[in-house]
T-cell receptor, first 109, second 115 residues
Framework: TQLLEQSPQFLSIQEGENLTVYCNSSSVFSSLQWYRQEPGEGPVLLVTVVTGGEVKKLKRLTFQFGDARKDSSLHITAAQPGDTGLYLCAGAPGGDMRFGAGTRLTVKP | NAGVMQNPRHLVRRRGQEARLRCSPMKGHSHVYWYRQLPEEGLKFMVYLQKENIIDESGMPKERFSAEFPKEGPSILRIQQVVRGDSAAYFC?????????????FGSGTRLTVV
């Protein structure tokens, strides 16, 4: 069983659509991070959420941390082909970061 | 300010050979983490090191795998007597001492292919 469960595993949508991906756990985290990984590259940090209920916006991306700090969501408005990639959530229950299996997003033009 | 540098980017080894993967952390970062990624999968934690110390190696196979982060020079992930199942992308990340829980900086990875 994964510490962080991400859903859906795969998502294929048309340009201009909205989408939400989820990251859930039974554990409480002091913070959660979201990364995006493109083919052939390492993950790149998008955002860190720290406070329960916190909402952060990064252009068309909206990140929310659950009130109980066990889950997080990423909402993308008007998706573009450049948003294509693997979206990973991560948290550090102990001294080092553990990752979910990711949501692989494809945005078709 | 250079990011996390990993080399080589691609490495091909025959079964039974040794693979050495190098990682130079960002300037000012003293914590290094190694992860393995299989195709179509997420990142699996392997080992967490500080200078001259292994902090957590719970994700690393007990046999054939070792890691070090010497006082001088890059961190090295060493795989002895490689097998086909070792083929994967290996990523290194670094963080400064006090902000590790606020995100890591990753390198571009080393893609190991065992033939």
């Amino acid at each position: 069983t994964q510490l962080l469960e991400q859903s859906p595993q795969f998502l294929s949508i048309q340009e201009g659509e909205n989408l939400t991906v989820y990251c859930n756990s039974s554990s409480v985290f002091s913070s959660l991070q979201w990364y995006r990984q493109e083919p052939g590259e390492g993950p790149v940090l998008l955002v860190t959420v720290v406070t329960g209920g916190e909402v952060k916006k990064l252009k068309r991306l909206t990140f929310q941390f659950g009130d109980a700090r066990k889950d997080s969501s990423l909402h993308i408005t008007a998706a573009q082909p450049g948003d294509t990639g693997l979206y990973l959530c991560a948290g550090a229950p102990g001294g080092d970061m553990r990752f979910g299996a990711g949501t692989r997003l494809t945005v078709k033009p | 300010n250079a990011g996390v540098m990993q080399n080589p980017r691609h490495l091909v080894r025959r079964r039974g050979q040794e693979a050495r993967l190098r990682c130079s952390p960002m300037k000012g970062h003293s914590h290094v983490y190694w992860y393995r990624q299989l195709p179509e999968e997420g990142l699996k934690f392997m080992v967490y090191l500080q200078k001259e110390n292994i902090i957590d190696e719970s994700g690393m196979p007990k046999e054939r795998f070792s890691a070090e982060f010497p006082k001088e020079g890059p961190s090295i992930l060493r795989i002895q007597q490689v097998v086909r199942g070792d083929s994967a992308a290996y990523f290194c990340a670094s963080s400064p001492p006090t902000t590790g829980h606020y995100g890591y900086t990753f390198g571009s990875g080393t893609r190991l292919t065992v033939v």
